[in-house]
């Protein structure tokens, strides 16, 4: 017969046991202690190893208690060995007064049964000995294994208020692990948005490298183009300065020779009228010698008087009568009217290359208005172009063009400005607002400054009519204007006078005398007075 041993426990939870039910007597099988935790472990698993020890305490409770009432019914025969010896003895008695046979037999089994019980009760009183002696030892472990429990029961509590503390700061360590976390996800997450608009911005620099190459190859040409094209227009302009000189030179020539000329004319009419005269006389004469003499003027001009002086004298006398009815009668008229003739003719012919200088500066002309017309189609569609996107720069979106109306029969095209504002229709400059037609023009006289630069340019109180937003989109322009053009602008806006260079005020320190003042403005933002020239 043997005890009930309950397994392998941790000494704490059998002394919380015993102490529990110190009236039982129980058999266990008790180990060492275990060795105290190494130092180097940490403090939580410390704790988690005494709440363990406390679940196997309680969980032990009812094992010690349920072996302590199955013992006892096993120990209890023991002390019940005197009544077995009672009734052996009896059997005895009754043996020695001769039974029968079938009662002998029974009386062999009953005393064979005896001595079997005896031996066990001598074996049981053994066992007895040697558990009451091993539950001495026990009591005296379990007295030892109560005072070790009392003494983690102490431990468990320090542990518990120290579990307290950590679980506390295990919380507050939780909590900004959360909030790291949480800050992680946020830059997790902003990491990943500036990813994508790095993304977006790297797409966006490399076409702008593109189209800044692109741009620069076209100014390059552009630039070529345009220097052979001021070569060439110089060129011409020097050829039509020289040209225009002489077609003046050649008109005031012309209008001397048209006034000689009409002298000239004048003189011939003259002449002529004077010519007719002689020739209505002479044919008068013609008449009267063939109507009186029956003679014509080429039988009569080789013929002599053939009558003596008085009488030809007489006749002389009455011819001169004659010609003193015919009047005063020039006779040199012949020779001027070869002179007047021949400077006629000298007149014709200078007059002719007067028209034919003329015809050729006609066609000069014609062919500079033919170059100036393409060179003029050219700078439109340039400015057109550049007025569009200066137009989508300054509106944010958009877009602008300039056409060509045709105006009146022989009078040069006009220009028609179009613009279409986000989000509206197509109108005409002046359907606009004041700011946005100043914000258009803007846009034109800076694309037309783009395409043809000036190395010099003045602006007065242009962005008068803007707000600072558009101010700032001004000065931007007039920046980088600035770059190639030297600007002078009169202004009274604040915005326009911090993105200058120099400064020119006047100021009235003593009333009624004014005084001009310069400031120049530095990178760093602070003003340095600059002498006024």
């Known amino acids: 017969m043997s005890l009930p041993v309950v397994g392998e426990q941790d000494p704490a939870v059998v002394g919380m046991a015993l102490e529990d039910h110190p009236e039982h007597v129980v058999a266990l099988a008790l180990h060492p202690v275990r060795a105290a935790p190494d130092a180097r472990e940490g403090r939580a698993a410390r704790l988690a190893r005494a709440e363990l020890r406390s679940q196997h305490e309680a969980e032990a409770c009812p094992q010690i208690v349920h072996a302590t009432h199955d013992l006892e019914p096993r120990v209890l025969p ?5 009544p077995v010896e009672e009734h052996a003895a009896e059997l005895g008695a009754r043996e020695g007064s001769g039974l029968p046979p079938p009662l002998a037999g029974e009386h062999d089994r009953v005393r064979g049964e005896v001595d079997r019980l005896r031996a066990d009760d001598v074996e049981l009183a053994q066992v007895l000995a040697e558990r009451e002696a091993a539950a001495e030892a026990l009591e005296t472990e379990v007295h030892s294994v109560v005072a070790q429990t009392q003494a983690a029961r102490a431990r468990l509590t320090d542990a518990r208020v120290e579990l307290a503390e950590v679980a506390g700061t295990l919380e507050g360590l939780r909590e900004r692990v959360d909030e790291y976390e949480r800050r992680e996800a946020e830059l997790s997450a902003r990491c990943d948005q500036l990813q994508g608009e790095m993304t977006v911005l790297d797409g966006e620099h490399h076409l702008l490298t593109h189209s800044l190459e692109e741009a620069t190859q076209a100014r390059t040409l552009l630039a070529e183009q345009q220097e052979a094209t001021r070569t060439l227009l110089g060129a011409l302009e020097e050829e039509r300065g020289l040209l225009q000189q002489r077609l003046v030179d050649l008109e005031a020539a012309w209008r001397q020779v048209q006034e000689s000329l009409r002298d000239v004319e004048e003189q011939a009419h003259r002449l002529e009228v004077r010519h007719a005269q002689v020739d209505t006389e002479f044919s008068g004469a013609t008449r009267r010698i063939s109507e009186e003499f029956g003679m014509a003027w080429e039988d009569v001009r080789e013929l002599r008087l053939p009558v003596g002086r008085d009488e030809a004298q007489g006749r002389i006398e009455a011819l001169r009568g004659l010609l003193a009815a015919l009047g005063p009668v020039n006779l040199r008229a012949v020779d001027e009217h070869a ?7 000298a007149l014709r012919t200078h007059a002719e290359d007067l028209d034919r200088a003329r015809a050729a500066l006609g066609a000069l002309i014609r062919h500079l208005d033919d170059v100036l017309r393409v060179r003029f189609a050219e700078t439109f569609e340039a400015v057109n172009e550049e007025f569009n996107r200066l137009f989508i720069r300054l509106f944010a979106g958009g877009r602008a063009r300039l056409l060509l109306v045709d105006g009146e029969p022989g009078s040069e095209p ?17 359907a606009l607002s004041g700011g946005e037609r100043v914000l258009v023009a803007l846009s034109l006289i800076f694309a037309m400054l783009r395409v043809h630069p000036s190395p010099f340019c003045i602006f007065d109180e242009v962005e008068a009519a803007l707000d600072d937003a558009n101010t700032t989109k001004f000065t931007t322009l007039l920046r980088e ?18 993105a200058a260079d120099v400064l020119y005020g006047v100021t009235m320190e003593i009333p009624g005398v004014s005084k001009i003042i310069s400031m120049r403005l530095t990178k760093k933002g602070i003003p340095e007075p600059v002498p006024v020239a």
């Open 339 to 345: 002179a007047v003739a021949a400077r006629v003719g």
């Open 481 to 498: 204007l600035a770059e190639r053009t030297q600007v002078l602008i009169i202004t009274h806006n604040k915005g326009t006078m911090e």
């Open 78 to 82: 023991v002390d019940g060995a005197e």
């Open 414 to 430: 006009g220009i028609e400005i179009e613009a279409q504002l986000p989000g509206k229709k197509m109108r005409s400059l002046s």
